[in-house]
């Protein structure tokens, strides 16, 4: 059987694709895989073919487009994705000291889940907060201008 979103899912499906003129539904790929994450947590194949029939596409061109994008998640993460922005201004003022302490307190390397599946950890190109660096995204919430001290409280925060 094939893999469908529940209803409620549905429903926010069809008012994407209501957004859409009917010769131009393929734009709604990205939206779509939005939501088949928020659904299932990350992005499967089978989820793909579910967006693909939804669009009147090949699974293969939504894939490269899944494939493409690194804010989709093609295994599972924890409940806390955490991402660490690496660039240039946020390397100026010490994201390697904070990825390096998220390592040493998660007991996690980049790119990792831990067993426990509670967190993720992951290296990010930007996350439009160069002012404020280093930064981190939990999830769908910004922390800037981070300290050991800030990250200790924003872990104890996620308990």
Request: charge should be neutral.
């Given at each position: 059987m094939a893999l469908e979103f529940s209803p409620e899912a549905r429903k926010r499906a069809d008012e994407?694709?209501?957004r859409y003129p009917q010769d131009r539904?393929?734009?709604?790929v990205v939206p779509l895989l939005h939501l088949a994450q928020?659904?299932?947590g990350y992005v499967t194949p089978e989820a793909?073919?579910?967006v693909a029939d939804m669009i009147g596409c090949s699974?293969?061109?939504?894939?490269?487009i899944a494939t493409f994008y690194p804010m989709y998640n093609k295994q599972p993460v924890g409940k806390y994705e955490i991402h660490v922005c690496h660039t240039l201004p946020c390397a100026l003022t010490g994201c390697a000291e904070v990825l390096g302490y998220l390592s040493e307190k998660l007991g996690l390397q980049p790119g990792e889940t831990g067993e426990d599946k509670r967190f993720t950890l992951k290296k990010i190109e930007c996350l439009a907060a160069?002012?404020?660096g280093p930064v981190m995204l939990v999830n769908k919430t910004l922390y800037t201008n981070l300290t050991p001290e800030k990250i200790d409280d924003i872990l104890k925060s996620l308990e």
């Open positions: 994407i694709l209501s539904k393929k734009s709604a928020e659904e299932w793909m073919v579910c699974p293969v061109k939504v894939a490269e160069c002012d404020r």
